[in-house]
């Protein structure tokens, strides 16, 4: 597909070219451009709770297919490349407790801090060992209950998180439970540009979440722009609707918030709700498939189904079925480049501007 550029500009500009939302070779660059160099959401990184701990993953199956391991040793946790560095088999093929690594194809062993150890008839090798014989280690941060890797961050995570964390940063984030129960995987036919495309404006709420609008304001909807992301945030429409109620201080506060919803470029939502947070990691599994896994973390579960919070599992299917719809309309001949929506776009808008950024 051509190259395109957003106009800086949101009365002037037009949005992605509708071949952007299903082309293997966009897909193959964004892998390495976009990707690569966010942060993603790591659970595996909690997986090894005791020293020799090791436990095997991939990196976002289906997008950057990396295969990584979680390590524990003398307390620290590390994310290493699970690539033995003699001929790439699995150093770890499952979760195990161990005092070093060892790959079972020629027995190069290695530490739980990927430090290259030992390796059979390799006494004549000059130059050998070297630090290129250690296992890759990949950059690995904490934020609120959440941790993250990056396999080449295109910033340090405090920096792409510091708009969001000064907004929810003093919401008692020490104090969320993590829910497995209510633990959501999503699969559809439908690129995940459209899914966040749809995410990001508040526009389509009254057309296809008749339940949410009822309990969020539409006008009082507002878009703020981050460098790494956008917040939005929405508003109790009823004096007697659910809401936070916010710490002195918070810039918020006197303000009825419903729900801040953070999205963080490229791929993942942190959906804070009087309840607790949602987070949304939405997974590539193709140029036209997409998995979307929704994970929560609970202040009071009492107030789980009230307000902008509650029904999630309603407005995931409708705006499911809007964006697969969306999906077969941008396979059309017919299909064309859009415009933004002004005064309730100016999170598509931003989120593309990012990607023809990262894509140069
Ligand atoms: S591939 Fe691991 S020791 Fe040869
Ligand atoms: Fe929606």
């Known amino acids: 597909m051509e190259p395109f550029d957003i106009d800086p500009d949101i009365r002037r500009a037009r949005s992605l070219p509708p071949s952007a939302y299903g082309d293997a070779a966009l897909f193959a660059r964004l892998r390495e451009r976009v990707f690569a160099r966010s942060w993603q959401w790591c659970p595996e990184a909690a997986a090894v709770p005791r020293d020799g701990d090791a436990a095997p993953f991939t990196l976002l199956p289906g997008c950057l297919d990396e295969p990584l391991v979680a390590t524990r040793a003398r307390g620290v946790v590390g994310i290493l490349s699970n690539v033995c560095t003699h001929r790439g088999h699995p150093v770890v ?101 459209l899914y966040c495309d749809n995410y990001l404006e508040g526009l389509h709420i009254p057309f296809v979440h008749p339940a949410l609008n009822d309990a969020i304001g539409y006008d009082d909807y507002r878009t703020e722009l981050c460098p790494w992301g956008t917040l939005q945030l929405a508003f109790a429409r009823r004096a007697d609707d659910v809401a936070f109620a916010l710490p002195p201080g918070h810039p918020d506060e006197g303000t009825r918030v419903a729900a801040f919803y953070a999205w963080v470029f490229p791929n993942m939502m942190l959906n804070f709700y009087p309840w607790g947070l949602s987070l949304n990691v939405v997974q590539p599994v193709g140029a036209q498939r997409t998995r979307v896994l929704f994970r929560a973390w609970t202040w009071d579960e009492s107030l789980r189904a009230k307000g902008a919070g509650g029904g999630l599992d309603q407005v995931e299917m409708e705006d499911e079925a809007v964006v697969v719809a969306s999906q077969q309309g941008m396979r059309a001949s017919l299909a064309k480049r859009g415009r933004y929506s002004p005064t309730k776009e100016t999170g598509v808008h931003h989120f593309h501007r990012l990607l023809a950024a990262s894509l140069g």
């Open 93 to 193: 093929a499952c979760a195990a407790n161990a005092a070093s690594l060892r790959c079972r194809y020629h027995g190069r062993r290695f530490g739980l801090d990927g430090r290259f150890l030992s390796m059979p008839e390799f006494g004549g090798a000059a130059g050998f060992p070297s630090t290129d014989d250690d296992l890759a280690a990949v950059a690995l941060a904490r934020w609120g209950p959440l941790d993250f890797v990056s396999l080449s961050p295109a910033a340090p995570l405090a920096e792409t998180l510091a708009q969001i964390d000064a907004r929810v940063g003093s919401l008692a984030l020490d104090r969320l439970a993590r829910a497995p129960g209510a633990d959501r995987d999503y699969e559809f036919g439908a690129s995940w540009m």
